[in-house]
């Protein structure tokens, strides 16, 4: 099997759908002749033309309101919002039309759209193009999210959230463009379910998206002193945490580690259902390592140290499992 | 398709088929069984009557909250109708939307909203799916004048204008966005001439004369049918309050009686001049929405455990209820 | 200072009520927290009742001999500060002190006799455990982080005791093992196989056997310990999901090799007669028995002797054994400890090299197929030592 990158995998997702489905169209800001701001629909315009590769004008509530008036009448449109920072911009349409119009008319009118979009820290974007805003999306019942984390979910997520009849918002990660990796013949679990990267029996670190590197790189440095099971969530809405609740019951300790805000996050969730779900075997609490609960700023010394990295997880993991302390807490 | 010459006779029997059947809604309300007062009735505004008949089977359209009449213009059945905006399983949406979400995909109708102006881009999408797939249909976009002030109509009469789509824009001008009169909200009132701006072919139309509407009205919607994307006002006024609760007294009487003159159905009788056919109608209207309202009121509520259904599509696991969900965490394992 | 009812605690998890044995604390002496205050015997076994805080017995509500219910009273004690386990009726000097009108607010002796659960720092991984095992967490030091805890402080103090004992064996043939592990406040379960001891039913395959046992297994934690072909039994069971087992005993293991006494499962097969057992039974090297004992034996024996066969027949044809434990053994997520006696003449002791690398091996010389009763108090040790490791693991 051959390499590719996370990029590529996502544009043959999209050609492969496209391809297959002629009522497939993307739409979104520099889609078409610019080949996406991060070039995941190059070429597909000269593919499949401008009536099914849309480039538009900047209306981001506009792009995805039109999706979700296609999608409702047979069409499967991707929209694409560049930056996952402006659902601030697309909220309502997302929110109060598309994650609820199958449920206020009554199951007739699904919404079969994807949101493509991107998000995550890592090239000094600053505050208004660097955020992780899943938690909007995972509060939001009628949406479904998903995030991928490696080049074969890239590939086989897309095209499992093309196929889903209801509206998924895709956020990819902007630092995980050029990661190298094979395309599996076969998704490694089904849609909805997480994937367990890494067995262990000491302690379970559930994460999605581009923490599941950091995560894999701690996990690597800690075994045999401390063997970690790594979760890897890949959809969060609705989120099916059977997997994981069967992991922290062997190991007895959770830790999620997440790169969006800490408050009100994707991990306050997990942690919550941890507690309910697996109280009579914990150890110790369920503890969240996110990003600190601060905009993210542009100095590459104070973004990389506004979110956890390898070494942070790693020594936190180790504090939570052998109780050695890192440095850092004295 | 109704003959030319009983189109006006037409025309008048589902104008006052609305008026009955808002008058209806707020009789339910009185009886305690409407779901809730969040009630807003178009009564004033019937003459849009003759816009929808411009539109075909296939076509599709999305409105605002005040859309009940629009609704049954197209051909909704006001005991289902009622059923919803009671909240009954016998509703169009099962009981789940009500006044202002009811929708029936059947009909062509793809949501009415609580947003002001959430529902108008759905008509550019519904554009893209008539251009893609040459169906032939159009999609119209009903709202009020409060819209007007929304920058997600812009966007989508943009998009419309660019990509040459099938659709219309239609707001229905009552003069009001709840209690502030359009003069409060607009600097400048030319509203077809923003939509000229766009690209889009834009009309005025006066809302007390449903010919009058039907007539300048045609070419527009003829127009959007072969890609011309159209605008139009209607020029109306809202009889009652904002909602069923409201009173309006943020205006005058005196602005109420000149404005109830321009009633689209006394001026549809005194251009028909016909009133033993009028009343004819008149008495089977009554009797239909009496025997609507009826029904509604008798249809069972639905069961609570739908609740969690159609949050996803069937296929998905319904969302867990928070009782089983503390029960698993709470339950004695004996 | 205040007058408390003592209730009998729940000392195992399916024990309703115990009978009372013996009284170490006398009425008028003063005991410390932690202290055995008297013996009673459960369903399973003898334990110990230990005080869970400092005090004086003034009063046994109890005798020797006595049957108490669960939360049944046992004793009026007199004790300091805060009860466990007791419900506490005050004196009516304090009773005065709880009333409204009282001169001293700022005193709530009612909440000074709460139970002082709730602050004892420990993992819900260790109270469920202590929960499931019927262990009580006051008087458990905790290892865990700022003194909390762990399940596996609360399993060190319990994990019940599986024993499995051998073909045309039954529960009486552990003889005085259960005792010695009761006295390691270790609780025992002893399970008959299929068609032995008091268990009717029969099985035709090993297979069928250990999914009949498995289903008899106590919940909590456990060791599990076998004897020749019980220690079969007990290495497939430890490879079950959900057992996950803190340590596994075995006694001269069965499954280990390919030779086995046909003449011992012969003769065992056949005997009928008091004269016939006594003559099977020497191939263990048990020593000399009284007729009365052997007299004793025969009923269990003969009954369901044809069942006793079948399972004979299963696991040993012609003196070459049907089943491999090895795989189990060395897929048992547990420490193992081995012990075999090396004059045994029924399974060959030398088999013990078939063992993973991990086993503890412990040989006993001039001991037969039975090296556990030869050297009874290493087996209890091993048991013990066994979930000692398990810790450390």
């Known amino acids: 099997m051959t390499k590719t990158t996370y990029r590529d995998a996502l544009r043959k997702a999209l050609l492969d759908a496209m391809a297959e489905d002629e009522n497939v169209i993307l739409m979104g800001e520099e889609v078409g002749l610019y080949g996406g701001a991060y070039g995941v629909t190059k070429g597909l315009l000269d593919h499949f033309g401008a009536n099914r590769v849309i480039d538009t004008p900047i209306s981001e509530p506009g792009i995805v309101g039109a999706a979700i008036g296609a999608a409702m009448t047979g069409l499967r449109p991707v929209a694409e919002i560049m930056y996952v920072d402006f659902a601030g911009m697309v909220m309502d349409q997302l929110a109060n039309q598309a994650a609820k119009s199958r449920y206020m008319f009554g199951g007739q009118i699904g919404v079969p759209m994807v949101l493509r979009t991107q998000g995550g820290t890592g090239r000094s974007a600053a505050a208004q193009h660097s955020q992780s805003l899943e938690a ?13 984390a490696t080049v074969s979910d890239a590939y086989h997520l897309l095209r499992d959230a093309m196929r889903q009849p209801d509206p998924v918002v895709f956020i990819e990660h902007k630092g995980l463009y050029t990661l190298k ?5 076969d998704p490694d679990a089904p849609w909805g379910q997480p994937a367990i990267r890494r067995d262990g029996r000491d302690l379970t670190i559930a994460t999605y998206s581009r923490m599941l590197h950091e995560t894999l790189t701690a996990a690597a440095a800690l075994a045999p002193e401390v063997e970690v099971e790594v979760i890897d969530l890949r959809c969060l809405n609705p989120l099916d945490d059977t997997v994981l609740m069967e992991s922290v019951r062997r190991t007895g300790r959770c830790l999620i580690v997440t790169e969006a805000v800490t408050t009100g996050s994707v991990a306050s969730e997990i942690a919550a259902r941890v507690t309910e779900q697996c109280f009579d075997w914990l150890e110790e609490p369920p503890l969240r390592l996110g990003g600190e ?29 052998t109780r050695e302390a890192p440095s850092w807490a004295a | 398709m109704t003959l030319a010459n009983d189109a006006p006779l037409s025309r008048y029997r589902t104008m006052r088929r609305i008026r009955t059947f808002e008058e209806r809604v707020g009789e339910l309300f009185l009886k305690g069984e409407s779901a809730g007062s969040m009630l807003h009735l178009s009564i004033g505004e019937e003459a849009v009557v003759g816009l929808t008949d411009h539109m075909k089977t296939g076509d599709t359209f999305t409105t605002h909250h005040r859309g009940h009449g629009i609704f049954l213009a197209r051909g909704a059945d006001p005991m289902r109708m009622l059923a919803e905006i009671a ?41 893209i799916t008539a251009r893609n797939t040459a169906n032939q249909a159009i999609s119209v ?21 660019l990509w040459k789509l099938p659709v219309v824009f239609c707001c229905i001008n009552n003069q009001y966005g709840m209690g502030t009169r359009v003069d409060r909200s607009a600097g400048k009132q030319a509203f077809p001439a923003r939509a000229e701006a766009f690209g889009l072919n834009a009309v005025r139309a006066d809302g007390a004369d449903v010919e009058t509407v039907h007539n300048d009205t045609q070419a527009v919607m003829e127009g959007a049918r072969d890609g011309h994307p159209g605008f139009v006002e209607i020029d109306a006024y809202r009889f009652h309050g904002h909602a069923r609760m409201d009173k309006s007294p943020y205006r005058t009487p005196e602005e109420e009686a000149a404005g109830r003159d321009r009633d689209p159905l006394i001026m549809a009788r005194t251009t028909l001049d016909d009133e033993a056919a009028l009343n004819t109608i008149d008495a089977e209207v009554t009797e239909e929405m009496d025997a609507a309202m009826a029904g509604a009121i008798a249809a069972p509520v639905p ?22 969900r503390l029960a698993s965490v709470l339950e004695e394992l004996n | 200072m205040g007058r408390v009812t003592l209730l009998l605690p729940r000392l195992g998890e399916t024990m309703e009520e115990a009978k009372v044995t013996e009284w170490i604390v006398a ?53 300091d500060g805060e009860a466990t386990t007791a419900h506490v009726e005050p004196a009516p000097t304090d009773r005065s002190s709880e009333t409204p009108n009282t001169l001293k607010p700022a005193q709530t002796p009612r909440l000074m006799s709460q139970p002082t659960l709730g602050k004892i720092a420990a993992s819900p991984a260790a109270r469920a455990a202590a929960r499931r095992g019927g262990v009580s967490l006051s008087g458990l030091t905790g290892s865990g982080r700022r003194g909390r805890i762990t399940a596996q402080d609360v399993n060190h103090g319990a994990g019940t005791v599986v024993l499995l004992h051998g073909l045309f064996d039954d529960s009486k043939g552990w003889r005085g093992l259960p005792q010695r592990l009761a006295k390691r406040s270790l609780t025992c379960v002893v399970l008959d196989l299929p068609g032995h001891g008091d268990d009717t039913s029969t099985a035709d395959s090993f297979d069928a056997a250990a999914d009949q046992l498995a289903k008899r297994l106590p919940a909590g934690p456990l060791h599990l310990v076998g004897h020749s072909l019980g220690a079969a039994f007990a290495a497939r069971l430890a490879t079950l999901d959900g057992v ?74 012609n003196g070459v054994q049907q089943i491999d434990a090895t795989g189990d053994i060395a897929a048992a997520p547990c420490p193992v400890a081995v012990m075999f006696g090396t004059s045994d003449r029924i399974l060959d002791w030398r088999n013990v090299a078939h063992l993973p690398a991990e086993a503890r091996i412990h040989l006993i010389p001039n001991a037969g197929h039975l090296p556990h009763l030869v050297r009874p108090d290493l087996a209890a040790a091993l048991i013990a030592s066994g979930h000692d490791l398990a810790q450390s693991a």
Not at chain 3, 27 to 54: F, I, M, N, Q
């Open chain 3, 244 to 317: 996950s087992p803190l340590s596994l005993t075995l006694f001269a293991p069965a499954g280990l090799g390919s030779a086995i006494s046909a003449d011992f499962l012969r003769d065992m097969g056949n005997a009928d007669t008091a004269e016939a057992l006594k003559t099977a039974l020497v191939h263990l090297d048990a020593g000399p028995m009284s007729d009365a004992a052997i007299s004793q034996q025969l009923p269990r024996h003969v009954a369901r002797l044809k069942a006793k066969v079948t399972l004979a027949n299963a696991v040993a044809q």
């Open chain 3, 27 to 79: 009425p008028g002496d003063a005991y410390a927290r932690g202290d055995v205050l008297l013996e009673v015997e459960t369903d399973k076994t003898v334990v110990e009742v230990p005080a869970l805080s400092d005090g004086t017995l003034i009063k046994q509500l109890v005798a020797p001999g006595d049957t108490v219910a669960l939360d049944g009273p046992i004793a009026e004690v007199e004790q």
């Open chain 2, 303 to 324: 069961a609570t455990d739908t609740m969690f259904q159609d949050v996803y599509d069937p296929t998905t696991p319904a969302p867990q209820p928070q009782r089983a």
């Open chain 1, 136 to 148: 909007w999306m995972m509060h939001t019942p009628g949406l479904r999210l998903a995030m991928p």
């Open chain 2, 87 to 127: 909240g009954r399983e016998a509703g169009y949406c099962r009981g789940k939307g009500g006044s202002m979400h009811i929708a029936d995909r059947g009909l062509g109708h793809l949501g009415a909203n609580a947003i002001v102006g959430g529902g108008i881009p759905h008509i550019v999408g519904a554009g």
């Open chain 1, 181 to 185: 990796g094979e395309i599996s013949p």
């Open chain 1, 293 to 321: 609960d601060i905009p993210i700023p542009v100095s590459p010394a104070l973004e990389r140290a506004s979110i956890p990295d390898a070494m942070l997880i790693e020594e936190v993991a180790r504090w939570l499992v």
């Open chain 2, 141 to 161: 976009a009903f709202f009020g004048d409060g819209a007007m002030s929304q920058g997600i109509l812009y966007e989508a009469m943009n998009m419309a204008a």
